[in-house]
Nanobody, 119 residues
């Protein structure tokens, strides 16, 4: 079992920045990949950025050049940060932390945090 707790969402003006944080606890040694997804109203959930156990990263086309994902290991927790710069109104969505655990991958999800970008 993996528990994910997100923080850092909020309201920001276009062009501004936010940093999302996701703290993972539990069976963290079984985590293969951690990622941020987002879901806007009326749209499907989509991948924003991911970081693997080895530190490799992947970004959606919309996130490239603006968002940075990073990972920190402290004691019995793993924290994944998503630094979001140059935010646009189209970035408005609920952002979810995801952990892929085990073989084959099993998904754990956080509750989500709202990001609203005003024009």
């Amino acid at each position: 079992q993996v528990q994910l707790v997100e923080s850092g969402g909020g309201l920001v003006q276009a062009g501004g920045s936010l940093r999302l944080s996701c703290a993972a606890s539990g069976s963290i040694f079984s985590i293969n990949t951690m990622a941020w997804y987002r879901q806007a109203p009326g749209k499907q959930r989509e991948l924003v950025a991911a970081v693997t156990r080895g530190g490799g990263t992947d970004y959606s086309d919309s996130a490239k050049g603006r968002f940075t994902i990073s990972k920190e290991n402290v004691k019995n927790t793993v924290t994944v940060l998503l630094q979001m710069n140059s935010l646009k109104p189209t970035d408005t969505a609920v952002y979810y932390c995801n952990a892929k655990v085990g073989i084959p991958d099993y998904d754990f999800w956080g509750r989500g945090t709202q990001v609203t970008v005003s024009s």
